[in-house]
């Protein structure tokens, strides 16, 4: 008699949620890639976190950190609502290899960033925090 040497293989053994992946946006994927700018693709779909996250991103390295703070928390909390869509219930993990996810983790990535240079101190280690929780791979990958 044989056995499987992985019978538990997409199980979740330690019991915690299991990883939410957010649904593809094609829209801002396609205006991105066709040369929109962020502002564009934000107008056009402002619940895609994605777009907010370009614009976060782009205040940024310009120097404007207070804008960059802005775009980066309205991005935040469209990722948020997003994820209660999909089912995630406030933890659990939320893989950066899922690329639909990137646009959230982004926001939330730039969300602490902002924070940290704006010496919201605490809000910043809670980002930093979230972030390593949702994805290791996304902390590492955005560090």
């Known amino acids: 008699m044989t056995t499987d040497p992985t019978p538990f293989q997409g199980q979740n053994l330690l019991g915690g949620p ?5 649904p593809a ?17 934000a107008a056009k779909y402002p619940t895609s976190s994605l777009a907010w996250a370009q614009l976060a991103d782009d205040a940024f390295a310009a120097g404007r950190t207070v804008e ?13 609502d997003a994820l209660r869509r999909a089912g995630w219930k406030g933890h659990g993990p939320v893989p950066w ?24 101190k605490e809000e910043a280690e809670r980002c930093a925090q979230f972030l390593r929780d949702s994805s290791p791979t996304a902390a590492a990958t955005l560090g």
Not at 25 to 41: I, N, R, T, Y
């Open 97 to 120: 290899e899922h690329e639909p996810n990137r646009g959230f983790l982004r926001a939330l990535h730039a969300l602490g960033r902002a924070a940290a240079a704006i010496e919201e």
């Open 18 to 22: 299991a990883p939410t992946q957010l």
């Open 68 to 80: 960059s703070y802005a775009y980066a928390r309205t991005g935040y909390h469209r990722g948020l």
């Open 25 to 41: 946006e094609p829209g801002p994927l396609q205006l991105l890639a066709g040369g929109a700018s962020p502002a564009e693709v």
